[in-house]
């Protein structure tokens, strides 16, 4: 199955991050940012442009590094709102087969 390493880290990840909810924001990145959504959501734009600029240079390492640093804190951002993977999985499945550019545009509507 294609991308199953993929799935598999990220579902051990978001459970990790689950743990952390409550936890002691004084030794705790994740309890920090779980219990502070604006500012979870914040550090998630931030890896988002630094994302973006390693992809823009062609810089695979870096963007390989950044691309894992948005992936941790999207799922914080997620966990912090209350949204759940299945949440954004059935969002995902509702536009399979539906060209990408007609899904935009039924968004404007």
């Avoid at 051990?12 to 743990?19: C, F, G, N, V």
């Avoid at 988002?48 to 390492?61: L, M, N, S, Y």
């Avoid at 590094?65 to 995902?92: F, I, P």
């Amino acid at each position: 199955m294609p991308h199953q390493r993929f799935t598999e880290v990220i579902g051990r990840l978001a459970a990790t991050i689950e743990t952390r909810r409550g936890g002691d924001a004084s030794t705790s990145y994740t309890a920090q940012l779980l219990s502070d959504l604006d500012r979870a959501a914040k550090k998630l734009g931030e890896e988002a442009v630094e994302t973006v600029i390693a992809a823009a240079q062609g810089d695979r390492e870096a963007l390989t590094a950044e691309s894992a640093d948005l992936v941790y804190h999207w799922l914080v951002v997620l966990a912090a709102a209350g949204v759940s993977l299945d949440e954004v999985a059935e969002r995902l499945e509702a536009r399979e087969g539906t060209s990408g550019l007609a899904e935009k545009a039924s968004r404007k509507s």
